[in-house]
């Protein structure tokens, strides 16, 4: 069973502050998905990585997927108080007949 | 091009009772797939359906079960409720490995 680990799993910031958030698994996978939810919707796909090394650019936040395609992090540039949510990690477990798992989430607080 | 729709937003019910809550997918994606959500244990895999078979299945007792319809919509059901089946309910539909949810039943056992 593949698992995908987050950190941190809490982060309170200052608006303007830069921050990164890790997605970590000892397993490959072929893609890794990066999801953004508020309270009492739905997650919201922001971003799938592919190659291995692989980094893609959403205005202030950055996605890297690392070399091996076992981690993946998420940096944001000067927080803005609409960053505020719950990020997600999620990747397709083949072993699992290919169901998507998912991190636990780091919950993001930024603060004005 | 219209997102994932499910139905009711809210819900409401007593202990021993039973739910059905509904996912229309986005046209086109077979695939539909249901996750459990609660503050303690994140995002849970329920379980997948495609072009109405279920393809996957998470480690959820046989009280929660579901099917697909030839359009693709998909329900899910839980009989006799618990306290502990409160949680946000997501439905997911996709076409390849990207997932797209909609905003989910928020159901309340009381």
């Known amino acids: 069973t593949q698992l995908l680990e987050q950190s941190p799993q809490f982060l309170s910031i200052q608006e303007g502050e830069n921050l990164t958030v890790y997605c970590n698994s000892s397993s490959v996978f072929s893609s890794l998905q990066w999801y953004r939810q508020e309270p009492g919707e739905g997650p919201v796909l922001l971003v799938t990585v592919v190659t291995g090394g692989e980094v893609k650019k959403l205005k202030r936040l950055t996605f890297q997927f690392g070399d091996a395609r076992k981690d993946s992090s998420l940096h944001i540039t000067a927080a803005q108080t609409g960053d505020t949510g719950l990020y997600l990690c999620?990747?397709?477990?083949?072993?699992?007949?290919?169901?998507?798992?998912f991190g636990q989430g780091t919950e993001l607080s930024v603060k004005p | 091009k219209a997102g994932v729709t499910q139905t009711p937003r809210y819900l409401i019910k007593t202990r021993g009772q039973q739910v059905t809550l509904s996912c229309s997918p986005i046209s086109g994606h077979r695939s539909v797939s249901w996750y459990q959500q609660t503050p303690g244990q994140g995002l849970q895999f329920l379980f997948e359906?495609?072009?109405?078979?279920?393809?996957n299945k998470g480690n959820f007792p046989g009280r929660f079960s579901g099917r697909q319809f030839s359009n693709s919509r998909s329900e899910m059901n839980v009989s006799t409720l618990e306290l502990g089946d409160s949680a946000l309910y997501l439905c997911?539909?996709?076409?390849?490995?990207?997932?797209?949810f909609g905003q989910g039943t928020r159901l309340t056992v009381v």
């Open positions: 999620a990747g397709t477990d083949y072993n699992q007949g290919g169901k998507l798992i």
């Open positions: 359906y495609f072009s109405e078979t279920q393809r």
């Open positions: 997911a539909s996709s076409r390849g490995t990207e997932a797209f």
